[in-house]
């Protein structure tokens, strides 16, 4: 379907566009966005595609196009992964809640300056991010 979708735009807008792309959760989560994101790199449009560090090779190949990942939300996934787990009640919870505040601003901060970097003239997000 995104395929479809992606060749109407590009035969209406004609031109190639600079899309930003993010992304935050699991394997579950960013996979779409990255099989978009090689479907709108193959159709001719440039894009960047900020997601965690561990999911890069999830980062498709883009069939002559241009797909630039920037990583973003690597520590909250890492905290998500390792952290989360290990929770043993409301005292552990409220130490965890100051660390994952932080990684929720880095987060926030990288999805920010990947979309000063890149200048999309069109972003598509994960409500996560």
């Known amino acids: 379907m995104p395929g479809i979708l992606?060749?109407?735009w590009t035969v209406e807008r004609e031109q190639a566009m600079r899309v930003l792309i993010m992304s935050f959760g699991t394997r579950g989560d960013i996979q779409p966005h990255a099989?978009?994101?090689?479907?709108l790199a193959r159709s001719g449009h440039d894009v960047?595609?900020?997601?965690?560090?561990?999911?890069?090779?999830?980062?498709?190949?883009?069939?002559?196009?241009?797909i630039t990942h920037y990583p973003c939300g690597s520590?909250?996934?890492?905290?998500?992964?390792?952290?989360?787990?290990?929770l043993r009640g409301p005292r552990d919870a409220l130490k965890?809640?100051?660390?994952m505040t932080s990684a929720m601003r880095?987060?926030?901060?990288?999805?920010?300056?990947?979309?000063?970097?890149?200048?999309?003239?069109?972003?598509v997000?994960?409500?996560?991010c």
């Not at 997000?125 to 996560?128: D, F, G, I, T």
């Open 106 to 123: 880095e987060l926030n901060a990288e999805c920010w300056a990947a979309a000063q970097s890149s200048r999309p003239d069109i972003v």
């Open 48 to 66: 960047d595609l900020a997601v965690p560090e561990g999911f890069a090779d999830l980062v498709p190949d883009s069939g002559g196009g241009s």
């Open 96 to 99: 965890t809640l100051g660390i």
């Open 75 to 86: 520590e909250m996934l890492r905290l998500l992964r390792e952290v989360l787990p290990e």
């Open 35 to 39: 099989a978009l994101a090689g479907e």
């Open 6 to 8: 992606v060749a109407k």
């Open 125 to 128: 997000y994960h409500p996560k």
